[in-house]
């Protein structure tokens, strides 16, 4: 079975993202969950006597957006496993130049959507843990966790839950750096640079056109 090391490595981070995709995925719709499918993602949080409660929370589009993102990505992640799989027990030793130059653009794409995202996981949970700490009810925001919530938010692991979706992203931002790298170099190798030969029509085309067409014997 004619496999190139780079293709197993791709095939590998694929598999590698798609569970990033789903742990993030997963983790952020949890988290809504146990918020009464409220967004808390950049929301705000005040202190009633000793209990917090969410004096603002986010559309709830902007935690669809996020999730959204990954399960695409994840969905997409598996068919290109599938397809993979699909090449080597076909003993399709290179994979298509065209589908090479697919994936390398639909790659550029998921980056970018995979850094916007990671990057509103992020700046969403500083701006709610920003918020829990102004109320001075923890020392942390992970201390948040263990105390009461009104109404009664089941607000047990919503840090944990929000730390591992944001992580996920960006572990999943950087396979995806590296999967670009690598179909970069499958293409490479797909189109080597060739030297010109005397007997080639291109050479004879060249050399006529620096020297002048060599004067033909009778």
């Avoid at 917090?52 to 990954?70: D, G, Q």
């Avoid at 701006?127 to 009104?150: D, F, G, P």
Wanted: proline share 2%.
């Amino acid at each position: 079975m004619a496999v190139s090391a780079l293709q197993l490595a791709e095939l590998a981070l694929h598999g590698a993202a798609f569970l990033c995709g789903v742990i993030s995925a997963s983790a952020l719709t949890v988290t809504q969950g146990e918020f009464g499918g409220r967004c808390i993602l950049y929301g705000s949080v005040a202190k009633n006597g000793t209990v917090l409660t969410l004096s603002h929370f986010n559309n709830i589009s902007l935690c669809y957006f996020v999730a959204a993102i990954s399960i695409l990505i994840a969905l997409y992640c598996f068919s290109v496993l599938l397809y993979g799989i699909y090449s080597c027990c076909m003993d399709e030793g290179q994979w298509a130049r065209t589908w090479l130059t697919v994936n390398l653009a639909i790659s550029a794409v998921i980056l970018f959507f995979l850094l916007v995202s990671a990057c509103i996981l992020r700046v969403g949970m500083d701006t709610l843990c920003s918020s829990i700490l102004q109320t001075r009810a923890v020392k942390s925001c992970q201390e948040a966790q263990h105390v009461t919530w009104s109404p009664q938010y089941n607000a047990a692991r919503f840090y944990d839950n929000l730390y591992s979706a944001e992580a996920a992203a960006w572990v999943n931002f950087f396979f995806w750096c590296l999967l670009l790298v690598l179909l970069l170099l499958q293409r490479r190798r797909e189109t080597p640079f060739q030297l010109l030969q005397r007997n080639d029509p291109e050479w004879s085309a060249e050399t006529e056109a620096i020297f002048g067409a060599r004067s033909q014997r009778p």
